[in-house]
């Protein structure tokens, strides 16, 4: 049994060591851990409360008396110390007055800033924006598009081909898409003339990586169709979108082409700006600069898609991003756009 005299002597000495712990706490953590010591429901305050019982009877009330006492000190004692530690204006960790470190803020990469810009001006024209895969069947990629089933670029050395079975086998087997055209295939599908949309996306190639190639790289494709556009009509809107995009004094051409999908077609050239046509190193002295391919949508592709092309005619035309990037920026190697070296993207 608990000698009484042994009791209160401890009580004491709790009461002391108690105020102590909260005069010397700086914080109110501290002053949290002093509380916790001394009036926590495992401190040794507690503890003689709970022993109470176990005294000698003539013992129990001047125990208890003076345990309660000291728990009332030292709860005053601790609000008195919490209203003084919150007066304490609290001091900065850090030093306000050094110069701040600059936040590095983001920008959009060359060729999304690119692509944003062609979209705007084919905006401003009346195209909308359309999207669709990157990996495609076969008929959207090929088919569709007028590009027979014996055409080279569908061996498997020139195309990428998705392993696995395809989804839709009648659709022919996955790839990874080689131009956006596909695109408009699939929103002639679903929407009757007239429609006018552009098709910005990645597209993928297996060409040797060198400063003019690379295996995956950015076109924007466009598509117009309705009862009566013609030729005349395709020139105009790329001959305003070219001016548009290198000044007004940019002069444009057309030279005959062959596309599976158009028929008649064109390459779209425009005048080498770093010599105004006269012939340079920069344009191989020819004076222009091959910059697009464009021609009238071919008969076949509409009757793919449900079109009567006795009805209906259109043109569709398709540039490289990078291509047009390099050409504004005076830009050589188009390796540099991928490597990611902030060196170079933070120029733009």
């Excluded at 102590?20 to 916790?36: G, Q």
């Excluded at 494709?221 to 790329?238: C, H, M, Y």
């Excluded at 490289?320 to 170079?344: C, K, P, S, T, Y």
Aim: hydrophobic share 40%; with cysteine.
């Amino acid at each position: 049994m608990i000698d009484g005299a042994d009791a209160l002597q401890h009580v004491d000495r709790l009461q002391t060591e108690a105020i102590a712990a909260i005069e010397s706490a700086r914080t109110s953590a501290e002053l949290e851990r002093a509380r916790v010591t001394f009036l926590g429901r495992k401190s040794r305050l507690t503890d003689i409360l709970r022993s109470v019982p176990t005294l000698a009877v003539d013992q129990r009330a001047a125990v208890g008396q003076r345990a309660n006492d000291a728990k009332r000190v030292v709860e005053a004692r601790l609000a008195e110390r919490q209203r003084t530690l919150a007066a304490i204006p609290v001091r900065p960790t850090m030093d306000l007055t050094l110069p701040g470190s600059a936040i590095p803020i983001g920008r959009l990469h060359p060729i999304t800033q690119t692509i944003e810009t062609i979209r705007s001006l084919f905006v401003t024209m009346g195209f909308e924006i359309a999207d669709g895969p990157e990996v495609e069947f076969e008929y959207y990629n090929f088919d569709a598009l007028n590009i027979p089933r014996e055409h080279p670029s569908r061996e498997s050395f020139d195309t990428f081909f998705v392993e696995g079975p395809s989804p839709e086998p009648k659709k022919g087997r996955l790839v990874l898409r080689s131009h956006t055209s596909p695109v408009q295939i699939r929103v002639m599908e679903q929407r009757q003339p007239p429609l006018a949309v552009i098709v910005p996306g990645k597209v993928y190639r297996p060409d040797p990586l060198d400063p003019s190639h690379s295996f995956m790289f950015h076109q924007v494709e466009g598509l117009f169709v309705d009862g009566r556009t013609s030729f005349a009509d395709l020139k105009g809107v790329l001959d305003h979108f070219l001016k548009a995009l290198f000044g007004e004094q940019t002069r444009t051409r057309f030279r005959p082409h062959f596309f599976p999908f158009t028929e008649p077609s064109a390459e779209v050239d425009i005048a080498c700006a770093a010599c105004e046509g006269a012939g340079c190193s920069t344009c191989g002295r020819k004076g222009w600069l091959e910059i697009m391919g464009c021609g009238m949508v071919h008969p076949n592709v509409f009757k793919a898609v449900g079109y009567d092309p006795k009805r209906v005619q259109g043109f569709a035309f398709g540039m490289g991003v990078e291509r047009i990037a390099m050409l504004q920026h005076g830009i050589v190697d188009i390796r540099l756009f991928f490597e990611n070296d902030l060196r170079f993207l933070a120029q733009f």
